[in-house]
């Protein structure tokens, strides 16, 4: 049984929301910079560091490693101001989101020591090595190994659409460590340093002709012992863990929302085709918002809401892309990637971004299995 | 019965001829001044097709589509702002219904108002009408949903449960989807029924409908199609609801128009914020 509630802000949330409000049209404002779309926006370390400074990194995490403790609702709040307002949050995406929460989880408490305060200062970026060529939706077969050496470990394999591997400074890691009859196991996610010999990023030109992706090479590549991520061989069960269920997030329903703010911002709505696909966008959002947010409610009630999550992503995704189609259709001409209306820019960028929407993180094929096993009677 | 609990009733039970009464007739009366007076008052929602003309006391005219019209005790119909309440004797009823069998009756007026009061607005009488809609139908789509995962557990094909079979799991998926949509529109709406949480909650619902009602009669084949399942129960009369009360075209267009008036710097304010942001 799914478990879904609507429920509202509270008043120190809504403060929140004001306060991170505040702070973009301040820190950020319109005009002065290029909106990007979602996860997908602009990089720039001195806005994350901007917002390290007020507390918005690292947000669950414990003060003494820089954190605010506080919980996934507030995460939720700070997360959907920035997305929907194209803020640049590549640098630390991926360290606040993922690397952080599981290194607190099932790291040492000395790559806590090391890694956590850098990731709530905005100091230290880190990218995703899971993805190999022979290894998408298929995770376990992963075929990337580690063999041991002295004090550490020689990875050798390719890992495939690493998003940053050129620009990052870390990369965590999914490789075989040993074999085993039930390939779950002998798998360990190791921190490999993505400037040390034997590593080397070759960009992947996307759709859009961007060079965000890379293909990872690891060619007998050092990783010491301090680095693998809790024991040996647990690699499986870090990667299937709750962790997952943090991934339902704002940035699963709003990397289209710029394309439809900016629409109405140029062009209006004075036709009723155009009044409907505003209202068509508007409802989903604040539905698809308000089963999100009671996602983030269950995290924060210490629940385990792995069914609820993949359902979200799968519905906002897609979501995301009939959005897209619904403006694209109110436009004449095909959109020019050069154009001097941001709207056509940013109409232009979501149609070639639109593909990846319903890929990256896990297929929709995929979700609508693993939500499939909590539907019963 | 508080308008919330009404709500819930109906919800829960699915249409409720007491708890549309009061959602409907006695807040309608409340608005004319006219409570506790009584008896049992179903109400006209008001129909494009309606004629209504007031003369001398004396109401003459159609008006279309009335639930359990031919079941009241008195029939409440709006007039140039006002509410005009005639007794069931002094009416004619031709019987209609949906596309559930349940009563639509065109009432035809020719006698005289048992009571009359000022102060109702139309649009607030909609408004109300289709929050009762989008409770109905996030129950009934609850029970949709209920009904198709059950089915495919017990269900065998192929020597195997057919929800073991990934394409019908992804109807089941869909269908699980928009029930919780529907829900959260229900749930948001009972407590906070403001413009634009009704034109977002009922165009939520209608989508839901559809696919969700689309989706469930695949997964439980030939035998959700007879006149007998509930199934069918059900998704007619979710099939009908999505027409009563503003259909996707209305709250749609209704909803951009109001978001369009706010501007583009209040969109998202406006989709955090609803009705406290933009008024549709």
């Given at each position: 049984m799914l478990h879904f509630a609507p429920s509202e802000l509270s008043e120190a949330e809504l403060a929140l929301q004001a306060e991170v409000r505040e702070f973009l049209e301040t820190e950020?404002?319109?005009?002065?910079f290029a909106p990007g779309l979602g996860m997908a926006a602009g990089r720039d370390k001195n806005f994350s560091r901007a917002l390290a400074a007020r507390?918005?990194?690292?947000?669950?995490?414990p003060r003494r490693y820089?954190?605010?403790?506080?919980?996934a609702v507030d995460r939720f709040i700070v997360v959907e101001e920035l997305l929907r307002w194209g803020?640049?949050?590549?640098?630390?995406w991926v360290a606040d989101r993922q690397t952080g929460p599981l290194l607190m989880r099932y790291g040492t408490a000395a790559q806590r020591e090391r890694f956590l305060p850098m990731i709530s200062g905005g100091e230290v970026s880190f990218s995703i090595g899971m993805s190999e060529p022979e290894a998408g939706?298929?995770?376990?077969?992963?075929?990337?190994r580690a063999t041991r050496a002295d004090r550490g470990w020689r990875v050798s394999g390719t890992k495939l659409w690493t998003g940053g591997a050129h620009e990052n400074d870390w990369c965590v890691v999914l490789c075989r460590t040993s074999d085993e009859?039930?390939?779950?196991?002998?798998l360990t996610q190791v921190i490999v340093?993505?400037?040390?010999?034997?590593v080397s990023a070759r960009p992947i030109a996307y759709l859009d002709g961007s060079e965000f992706f890379n293909e990872v090479v690891l060619d007998d590549a050092f990783v010491a012992?301090?680095?693998?991520?809790?024991?040996?061989?647990a690699g499986w069960e870090q990667n299937t863990s709750?962790?997952?269920?943090?991934?339902?997030?704002p940035e699963r329903w709003l990397s289209t929302y710029l394309v439809v703010e900016q629409y109405l911002r140029e062009h209006?709505?004075?036709?009723t085709r155009a009044q409907a696909a505003l209202g068509e966008a508007v409802a989903g959002w604040w539905g698809i918002r308000a089963l999100s947010l009671s996602v983030a409610r269950l995290l924060d009630a210490g629940r385990a809401p792995a069914a609820e999550a993949a359902l979200v992503k799968e519905l906002g995704t897609r979501f995301e892309q009939e959005v897209l189609d619904a403006i694209w259709r109110l436009v004449p001409d095909d959109p020019?990637?050069?154009?001097?209306?941001l709207f056509e820019r940013l109409l232009a960028a979501a149609i070639l971004g639109a593909p990846s929407f319903t890929i990256r993180g896990g297929t929709n094929e995929i979700l609508r299995s693993v939500a499939a096993r909590a539907l019963r009677a | 019965m508080t308008a919330a609990h009404a709500l819930a009733v109906l919800r829960e039970r699915g249409p409720d001829r007491a708890a549309e009464t009061v959602l409907l007739g006695e807040w309608l009366l409340a608005q004319a001044g006219l409570?506790?007076?009584?008896a049992e008052v179903t109400v006209?929602?008001?129909?494009?097709?309606d004629r209504v003309v007031l003369r001398d006391g004396r109401v003459s005219g159609t008006a279309h589509r009335v639930p359990w019209a031919r079941d009241a005790a008195q029939i409440a119909v709006l007039h140039d702002g006002r509410v005009l309440v005639v007794d069931r004797a002094a009416v004619t009823i031709q019987s209609h219904v949906n596309l559930a069998g349940d009563t639509r009756d065109t009432v035809v007026f020719d006698g005289d108002v048992a009571r009359t009061g000022p102060g109702v607005d139309a649009g607030a009488l909609f408004m109300r009408g289709a929050l009762t809609r989008i409770a109905l139908m996030a129950g009934a789509l609850d029970r949709v949903y209920e009904i198709a995962v059950r089915h495919a557990g017990d269900r065998r094909q192929f020597g195997r449960p057919?929800?073991?079979f990934q394409a019908v799991q992804q109807h089941l998926v869909t269908i699980a989807q928009q029930a919780a949509l529907a829900g959260v529109a229900a749930g948001v709406t009972a407590s906070h029924p403001g413009g634009f949480e009704v034109a977002a909650g009922k165009l939520l619902t209608n989508r839901a409908a559809l696919s969700a009602g689309r989706a469930a009669h695949q997964v439980l084949?030939?035998?959700?199609?007879?006149?007998?399942?509930?199934l069918g129960q059900l998704t007619r009369r979710l099939w009908a609801w999505r027409s009563e009360y503003g259909d996707e075209h209305h709250w749609s267009t209704r909803l951009g128009a109001g978001i369009a008036r706010a501007g583009a710097d209040v969109l998202y304010p406006a989709i955090t914020g609803g009705s406290r942001v933009v008024s549709v």
């Open positions: 950020l404002p319109r005009g002065s507390g918005w990194l690292g947000m669950s995490l820089g954190g605010a403790e506080r919980g803020a640049p949050v590549r640098y630390h939706s298929d995770l376990a077969a992963v075929q990337t009859d039930d390939r779950r196991k002998g340093d993505l400037r040390a010999p034997g012992d301090e680095l693998v991520i809790g024991a040996v061989g709750e962790l997952a269920y943090e991934r339902a997030g209006g709505a004075r036709d020019d990637p050069a154009a001097d209306s | 409570s506790g007076q009584g006209a929602p008001g129909n494009a097709r057919i929800g073991s084949g030939a035998r959700g199609t007879t006149r007998e399942h509930p």
